[in-house]
């Protein structure tokens, strides 16, 4: 049981290049979120999914798009890097069961555009 | 409304003493109010959360305690380690499943 699995851990993109942030989970989750992390900033939402075809924005969704073909897979795709868009992304999960609050996180994507 | 305002951004505590962060909130529709733990180049990791049916909870050296007349709770580290040195995250949502809202983080460091 791996948990939130993500890919890659780093990378370096330059201003316009695009690419696709992947996330997996094991744990048979409904909901999966992609979330961003800047220094003194905490943690924003990007995007949400609350089931297999099912997406919704989040706090700060421009620049970026996702899908969720699989319950298991919610990958985030980034068209036309900008320097703005480098932070540590994260992918986390929660299931939908009575109390089921807790979100579970994956290890983080460290993404530089320069 | 959906802000989520925490304090202190950082707090050096020396080992063995109490470690508190604070952290207010302002949508009245929040009812779950975790605590998160990150160490460096890892993920938020869940610590304690709390429901607001109580005033407070505990498990080991960790408490939350919370306020909901003043929409405030904080985390409170007894005997503090230099093993809880990491930057703590307060959240809040309203209800399971939802998307956490999360306060700006405060680093901890615990000397010796």
């Known amino acids: 049981n791996a948990g939130v699995t993500q890919t890659p851990k780093f990378r370096i993109l330059k201003i316009g290049q695009s690419m696709t942030l992947q996330c997996t989970q094991d744990?048979?989750?409904?909901?999966m979120y992609w979330y961003r992390q800047d220094p003194g900033m905490g943690l924003k939402l990007i995007y949400y999914?609350?089931?297999?075809?099912?997406?919704d924005k989040g706090e700060v969704p421009n620049g970026y798009n996702v899908s969720r073909s699989t319950t298991e897979d919610f990958p985030l795709r980034l068209e036309l890097a900008a320097p703005s868009q480098t932070s540590v992304y994260f992918c986390?999960?929660?299931?939908?069961?009575?109390?089921?609050?807790?979100?579970?996180f994956g290890p983080g994507t460290r993404l530089t555009v320069t | 409304q959906q802000q989520v305002k925490q304090s202190p951004q950082s707090l050096i505590v020396q080992k063995g003493g109490i470690s508190i962060i604070n952290c207010a909130y302002e949508?009245?529709?929040?009812?779950?109010f975790p605590w998160y733990q990150q160490f460096p180049g890892k993920g938020p990791a869940l610590l304690i959360a709390?429901?607001?049916?109580?005033s407070e909870k505990k498990e080991g050296r960790f408490t939350i305690s919370f306020n909901k007349s003043a929409k405030q709770f904080s985390l409170h580290i007894m005997d503090s380690q230099p093993g809880d040195s990491a930057t703590y995250f307060c959240?809040?949502?309203?209800?399971?499943?939802?998307?956490?809202?999360f306060g700006t983080g405060t680093r901890l460091t615990i000397i010796p």
């Open positions: 986390a999960s929660s299931s939908t069961g009575t109390g089921a609050f807790e979100q579970y």
């Open positions: 709390i429901r607001p049916d109580v």
């Open positions: 959240a809040a949502s309203s209800g399971p499943g939802e998307k956490l809202t």
């Open positions: 999914s609350v089931g297999a075809g099912i997406t």
């Open positions: 949508n009245t529709a929040f009812d779950y």
């Open positions: 744990m048979n989750h409904n909901y």
